[in-house]
């Protein structure tokens, strides 16, 4: 059964950081691109990042270019996404998933999510 576990999200002020980690089990994840997507309070679900399975490529949404940094460990299967200088607005359910393709710039249609973690950004 395939699991994508998010960790690592709570409350910070505007400008702070904050790290959060996704351990996929279940399958390997060889070929598969992750990424990363937010909810808000009453929005849809939007995307944020993703990366490739090699690590290589990168992908990120207008709205998070330049603060956000997401990482992968194949070896580990973990996957990252490093938030600085972060903003009210960034407030949301952060949620980590899984796309079996090689198109890193891939924003719709993945194939496993985890439950999501809180990230709150006080003003």
């Known amino acids: 059964q395939v699991q994508l576990v998010e960790s690592g999200g709570g409350l910070v002020q505007a400008g702070g950081s904050l790290r959060l980690s996704c351990a996929a089990s279940?399958?390997?994840?060889?070929?598969?691109?992750m990424g990363w997507f937010r909810q808000a309070p009453g929005k849809e679900r939007e995307f944020v990042a993703s990366i490739s399975w090699s690590g290589a490529s990168t992908y990120y949404a207008d709205s998070v270019k330049g603060r956000f940094t997401i990482s992968r460990d194949n070896a580990k299967n973990t996957v990252d996404l490093q938030m600085n200088s972060l903003k009210p607005e960034d407030t949301a359910v952060y949620y980590c998933?899984?796309?079996?393709?090689?198109?890193?710039?891939?924003?719709?249609?993945?194939?496993?999510w985890g439950q999501g973690t809180q990230v709150t950004v006080s003003s």
């Open positions: 998933a899984a796309k079996r393709t090689m198109v890193v710039r891939t924003t719709t249609s993945y194939d496993y």
């Open positions: 279940g399958r390997t994840f060889k070929g598969y691109v």
